[in-house]
């Protein structure tokens, strides 16, 4: 079993473990944070355990966006939509690879959720107009998009645990808190700098100006979290660092009756925690396990190509499995092309980057085998498609031109006009050539297969229409395209005698397969029975939406949402997966 070894375990900034009796004890302080939040509400206590030395795990690394529609923030913010478009986009997507009570019961309380981050956290939310759902054209889906996400947030106001907040890497290197909806303008300022050039100045204005008066704007995941945990300290919830799950406690002669409690590891001293109404395992996937992810996923995929979080080894799946705990989805993750890491770096990812004209993803044989532009997790699926089909991509390569690279950020970290990273062309990730055939040569492809890769290319896009693959079919695929470029904002031949090659590998968000969960998120048996007192939500559960991500911010909602359940069934109170017909707007 791989281990988290390299952990920081020094307890010293740690609040000490010890033996003691709660209501509900969360185990991983990411989407959990909302449980305890929900815990403390209904008049139960909580105690948070983290096993890292830092709080907010991937859901503090992530862009914040969060995905509940037909909600009553949606209405207010102007987007029309009812519970009967959502379910039946949801119920669409998910195409029965996920138990309709769950993801209805996911349905029924997002409001709930929203409501309760509103009463218990300092944070406040915006719409992400135009962030179009992943699947719009499936029935009830929606182009203008149901992803909302926190405001800017003073980070400041953890005051001295502002440093146990876990940074993340999407965070700029000028003080400019950034929004997902910031994000897109920002990556296209050299197209279209009368919109990127406002926002950059107005973010640039909030952070600079913020820390003049003593604020650290955040945004993003770094402002969900911040947010979640500010509320946290406020109701005076003990959240345990350097702390790791290592064992359920359960009743019943055979011990897998009801659990009642939890043991803990601090800096190899070992503490036990009795939990009156239950445990909710939040403590992520199995994102670092990499006997896990070869044996259940593919054996291509390599360490570091996962951008979950440090702490996350599917702890809580493998603690739950001895009290006989089903698994459900352990092939799925959040798929997220990415461009190779660098040796000993983070791999930088590829968003609005596949979208954008002027560039094509091929296969080591020379060929595009799918849309560019389609959502990440599709993207992925496809990939493994071709694997489990015995004809695995191999190697994948983004080709683009000169004008490409002049107009748009790549992988976050070059932007418009700036030379690749030398560090990238050194470890053989970019290589840049004057014709197709010295680019193929360069990457290992088949010239000839390359050549006549780029021609057909070039010839659909001229035309706007790709008939290989559809992109720029959708209103999900255009939103990241350039709106310049027409008739289609994601096709543009490429020009020029320069093309460039930059490697692209699999990573993820994390996983999404893991404890076969209910609508209350009890943990389930393999007969289907709940192992009482025993929760699971986020990753450490099974994807509520099967094997679909349906829109941008699906992950952190539903860590959200069914941390309110779980919340919720643990304090005694009713859980209902039935969805009442009401129009928000
Ligand atoms: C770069 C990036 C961008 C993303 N953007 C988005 C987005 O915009 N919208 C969206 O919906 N999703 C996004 N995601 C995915 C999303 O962040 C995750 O799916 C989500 O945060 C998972 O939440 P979680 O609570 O399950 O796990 P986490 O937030 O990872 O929390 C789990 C915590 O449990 C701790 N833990 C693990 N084992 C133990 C143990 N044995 N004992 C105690 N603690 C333990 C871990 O250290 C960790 O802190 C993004 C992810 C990344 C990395």
């Not at 959040?334 to 609005?352: Q, S």
Request: proline letters at 7%.
């Amino acid at each position: 079993m791989p281990t988290s070894d390299k952990l920081n375990h020094d307890p010293s900034t740690a609040v000490p473990a010890r033996d003691m009796t709660v209501d509900l004890v969360v185990v991983g302080s990411g989407t959990g944070m909302a449980a305890a939040l929900a815990a403390h509400e209904a008049g139960l206590s909580a105690l948070i355990v983290e096993k890292t030395g830092l709080v907010g795990g991937s859901t503090a690394r992530s862009g914040g966006a969060f995905w509940i529609p037909a909600s009553k923030l949606l209405a207010e913010e102007g987007m029309s939509d009812s519970k009967e478009r959502a379910e039946a986009y949801v119920r669409a997507a998910v195409d029965g690879s996920s138990p309709e009570p769950r993801w209805q019961s996911f349905l029924r309380h997002g409001d709930e959720a929203i409501a309760l981050l509103q009463r218990r956290t300092p944070l406040k939310f915006i719409w992400t107009r135009g962030y179009s759902d992943y699947h719009p054209d499936l029935p009830g889906g929606a182009a203008i998009g149901r992803t909302c996400e926190a405001k800017p947030f003073d980070a400041n106001v953890l005051g001295s645990d502002r440093g146990m907040l876990r940074p993340s890497d999407l965070t700029p290197p000028l003080p400019m808190p950034t929004t997902s909806a910031d994000y897109k303008w920002m990556n296209l300022v050299a197209r279209v700098p009368a919109k990127g050039i406002p926002v950059i100045l107005k973010r640039l204005a909030l952070g600079v100006g913020g820390r003049l008066i003593g604020r650290d704007y955040v945004t993003a995941g770094q402002a969900l979290a911040a947010g979640m945990y500010a509320g946290v300290r406020k109701a005076g919830i003990p959240v345990w660092t350097k702390t790791e799950l290592v064992e359920l406690i359960a009743d019943g002669s055979d011990g897998e009756g009801r659990v009642i409690g939890v043991v803990l590891e601090q800096d190899g001293r070992r503490v036990t925690v009795t939990a009156r109404r239950g445990v909710v395992l939040a403590c992520g996937g199995f994102d670092h396990n990499m006997e896990w992810r070869r044996k259940f996923q593919s054996e291509a995929l390599q360490p570091g190509w996962s951008v979950g979080s440090e702490g996350n080894f599917g702890d809580g799946i493998r603690v739950a499995q001895q009290l006989g705990a089903d698994v459900t989805l352990m092939d799925q993750a959040w798929w997220f092309p990415e461009i190779a890491p660098v040796p000993g770096g983070a791999p930088p990812m590829l968003l609005a980057d596949r979208s954008l004209p002027g560039s094509f993803i091929i296969d080591d044989s020379g060929a595009r085998f799918v849309n560019e532009s389609t959502d990440y997790m599709s993207f992925g699926q496809r990939v493994l498609e071709r694997e489990r089909a015995g004809d695995p991509v191999g190697s994948m390569w983004i080709i683009f031109d000169q004008m490409y690279r002049n107009s748009y950020v790549m992988g976050g970290v070059a932007y418009p006009r700036m030379p690749l990273p030398k560090a990238w062309y050194a470890a053989g990730i970019a290589h840049r050539a004057t014709d197709p055939a010295a680019l193929a040569k360069a990457i290992g492809v088949p010239a000839r297969e390359l050549a006549d890769t780029l021609h057909r290319f070039n010839d659909m896009a001229a035309a706007g229409v790709d008939d290989d693959f559809n992109r720029g079919a959708t209103a999900y695929d255009r939103y990241y395209g350039d709106p310049t470029m027409q008739p289609n904002p994601n096709l543009r031949p490429l020009v020029g005698p320069t093309l460039y090659a930059v490697k692209v590998v699999l990573g993820d968000l994390g996983t999404c397969g893991g404890l076969r969960a209910d609508e209350a998120a009890r943990v389930l048996r393999e007969d289907g029975s709940p192992v009482e007192g025993l929760y699971a939500v986020g990753n450490t559960a099974g994807n509520a939406f099967g094997t679909t991500y349906p829109g941008a911010g699906a992950t952190l909602a539903q860590g959200i949402v069914f941390s309110v359940i779980a919340a919720k069934h643990a304090a005694g109170r009713p859980v209902s997966s039935t969805v009442p017909n009401v129009t928000t707007a």
